[in-house]
T-cell receptor
Framework: AQSVTQLDSQVPVFEEAPVELRCNYS??????LFWYVQYPNQGLQLLLK??????LVKGINGFEAEFNKSQTSFHLRKPSVHISDTAEYFCAVIEKTSYDKVIFGPGTSLSVIP | NAGVTQTPKFRVLKTGQSMTLLCAQDMNHEYMYWYRQDPGMGLRLIHY???????AKGEVPDGYNVSRLKKQNFLLGLESAAPSQTSVYFCASSYGGRRQETQYFGPGTRLLVL
């Protein structure tokens, strides 16, 4: 069955330090992968997505993610975080055989410390 | 474009009361979704619709009903509210079909059931 795991529920990091938010998924078919960000008291918005091609995907606000098929992972990284990056981050998956539903991970709360 | 809007933004209900949450999108999207967001559980799909006049159950449909009478609107109903339905509800829409599309989210409705 399709599932998404985000092992770190909370990640504190100092401003200007690098960060990696981990995402692993399980699926028996090929998938599309997404990272969404939710700022406090707002809805989710797309950060980046992997559909095909290059496994390194660049998104908005300096974030990037790398798809690793053998490890079924899609980790999100940023080399230098800002206070404004404090938010909840959700990894999500769509199976290519089923376009109807997106499966979201439980989320990782990123707190950037000044 | 307003994108995805949700009404109301916040509501308090007593157990057993009913209410309807309204979602509207002006992007001519085919697909619309209702999620609930609870701490540590990410987003869970309640119901979704792949087009006007169609609805389908998601992961947690019990206690909710939906209707999609117009393409731009997707209503979520609670016939008899329970404290377990205290949550933040998000509506989303996407082009749908084989377009692996980004979901566009509304700002959310915070519901408290006493």
């Amino acid at each position: 069955a399709q599932s998404v795991t985000q092992l770190d529920s909370q990640v504190p990091v100092f401003e200007e330090a690098p960060v990696e938010l981990r995402c692993n998924y399980s699926s028996s078919v090929s998938v599309y992968l997404f990272w969404y960000v939710q700022y406090p008291n707002q809805g989710l918005q797309l950060l980046l997505k992997y559909l095909s091609g290059s496994t390194l995907v660049k998104g908005i606000n300096g974030f990037e993610a790398e798809f690793n098929k053998s490890q079924t992972s899609f980790h999100l990284r940023k080399p230098s975080v800002h206070i404004s990056d404090t938010a909840e981050y959700f990894c999500a998956v769509i199976e290519k055989t089923s376009y109807d539903k997106v499966i979201f991970g439980p989320g990782t709360s990123l707190s950037v410390i000044p | 474009n307003a994108g995805v809007t949700q009404t109301p933004k916040f509501r308090v209900l007593k157990t057993g009361q009913s209410m309807t949450l309204l979602c509207a999108q002006d992007m001519n999207h085919e697909y619309m979704y209702w999620y609930r967001q609870d701490p540590g559980m990410g987003l869970r799909l309640i119901h979704y619709s792949v087009g006007e006049g169609t609805t389908a159950k998601g992961e947690v449909p019990d206690g909710y009903n939906v209707s999609r009478l117009k393409k731009q609107n997707f209503l979520l109903g609670l016939e008899s509210a329970a404290p377990s339905q205290t949550s933040v509800y998000f509506c989303a829409s996407s082009y749908g079909g084989r377009r692996q599309e980004t979901q566009y989210f509304g700002p959310g409705t915070r519901l408290l059931v006493l």
